[in-house]
């Protein structure tokens, strides 16, 4: 093989360790930094000395610890050069120097932990919502800002700003770079795994534009719950990621070839992904039978009992009807109660449901949720009360900015005035 080739091969290597190391090296470095942009720049400053230094020293045996290690020296020679223009940095970079080396054997012992850890700090309950999935993207899954912004029809610039206050918030108000302990678990893992929920829910379900769905923001949440789950197998954790997998499952025949939407009980059932089914089913009934499951165990319990019926005439509403109202006792809220209504109105027809709709938007409740009054005015087409399923139709319309349903409310509005 000629220098060249050889060349060749050696960065092939390293684009291969970025691939598959990239964010694990990134999650040590912020540890041992504790500065998030810091430890971009070494991240960076570590594959650039790779690309030089492999082909003629050979590929290290352990190229994650290799990498940390670089990027840490890298990272204090940058603060020695700031520190002419402010001393603090070369009081950080004496500190920094002055810590042991992590040993190759440290590293890959600490590598897991350092996952575990940044994907809790970007996820503090003290950061808002939006800031914690942008964050989330960028570091742990190491999406590009251009990507996180075009999924969540932004600008680079805004999301970029998401990031930058997000990271003051951190620095600032000192959110420690840790693993809660056992009994701040709970508390924290909720924020963790309803961040990664509303990743998924924004790709599977988009809050507005001309798609109904965006499959890369579904699946990287898939893949984030996979991570959680194998750093930390909590019954909620398994909860969640089985109730992305049943969604996923039926991504195929939500939408028509020409991107409309396609109610559930008129998909092609044919289609579903049986693999992701059977997958999250099993972490369903592993869940359940942990008897510490939670709201996301609920919640799939329920797509579970969807997904297991082969017509929709098949589908088991007594059953579905009972976890919706342990999942109301367990984590009420309006939401829950509205599907508990539809869920009543497809067991025992809509005069069950339609009271209860009612109920809820007399209380004040949910006057901003278009599926409210979607849900509303389709029970009262099936009772034949065609001005009020015109009215709410009308109002659900107005409520709602995505594409495929806009499309879908209006057909239903043409089919009334028929």
């Given amino acids: 093989m000629g220098s060249e080739d050889a060349e060749a091969a050696v960065r092939a290597v390293v684009e291969a360790v970025y691939r598959t190391e990239s964010r694990r090296v990134l999650a040590t470095l912020i540890r041992l930094l504790r500065d998030f942009d810091l430890a971009e720049e070494a991240l960076h400053d570590a594959f650039l000395a790779a690309v030089e230094r492999w082909p003629q020293g050979g590929v290290p045996s352990n190229p994650r610890a290799w990498l940390v290690s670089t990027g840490r020296f890298k990272a204090i020679d940058r603060l020695r050069r700031r520190a002419r223009f402010d001393t603090s940095l070369g009081e950080l970079a004496y500190r920094l120097e002055s810590e042991p080396s992590p040993t190759d054997s440290m590293a890959d012992a600490a590598v897991e932990d350092d996952r575990l850890r940044l994907i809790f700090t970007c996820c503090h309950p003290a950061l808002r919502p939006e800031g914690r999935i942008a964050l989330t993207l960028r570091e742990v899954c190491g999406l ?4 996180i912004a075009h999924a969540f029809l932004t600008t680079p610039t805004t999301l970029a700003q998401r990031i930058v206050r997000a990271k003051s918030k951190i620095r600032d108000t000192g959110i420690p770079y840790q693993v809660p302990t056992r009994a701040e678990l709970s508390e924290r893992l909720e924020a963790v795994l ?6 998924f829910n ?6 507005s534009g001309a798609t109904l769905t965006r499959s890369e923001l579904s ?3 898939i893949r984030l719950g996979r991570l959680l789950l194998d750093l930390l197998p909590e019954p909620e954790v398994m909860g969640l990621l089985a109730l992305m997998l049943l969604h996923e499952s039926r991504r195929a025949t939500r939408v028509t070839a020409d991107g409309e939407l396609v109610l559930l009980d008129e998909q092609d059932r044919t289609l579903w992904d049986r693999e992701r089914i059977l997958e999250g089913s099993r972490l369903v009934e592993q869940a359940l039978r942990s008897r510490a499951f939670g709201p996301y165990t609920l919640q799939a319990a329920i797509a579970a009992v969807h997904a297991e019926a082969a017509t929709p005439q ?3 509403w007594a059953q579905i009807v009972g976890l919706y109202e342990v999942l109301q006792r367990a984590d009420p809220s309006p939401v829950v109660e509205l599907n508990l209504a539809v869920a009543l109105a497809m067991r025992d027809g809509p005069l069950a449901g339609l009271p209860r709709i009612d109920a809820i938007l007399a209380r004040g409740e949910l006057l901003d949720y278009h599926m409210a009054y979607s849900a509303r005015a389709d029970l009262c087409r099936r009772l034949g009360r065609s001005e009020d399923a015109r009215a709410a139709y009308a109002r659900a319309l107005e409520l709602t900015t995505l594409g495929p349903e806009r499309r879908f409310l209006e057909r239903r509005l043409a089919a009334l005035e028929s």
């Avoid at 309803?194 to 990743?199: A, C, N, Q, R």
């Fill in 144 to 147: 590009t800002t251009e990507a």
């Fill in 194 to 199: 309803h961040t990664v929920y509303l990743v």
């Fill in 202 to 207: 924004e790709g599977y379900f988009a809050s």
């Fill in 219 to 221: 699946l990287e949440a």
């Fill in 314 to 316: 098949e589908t088991d």
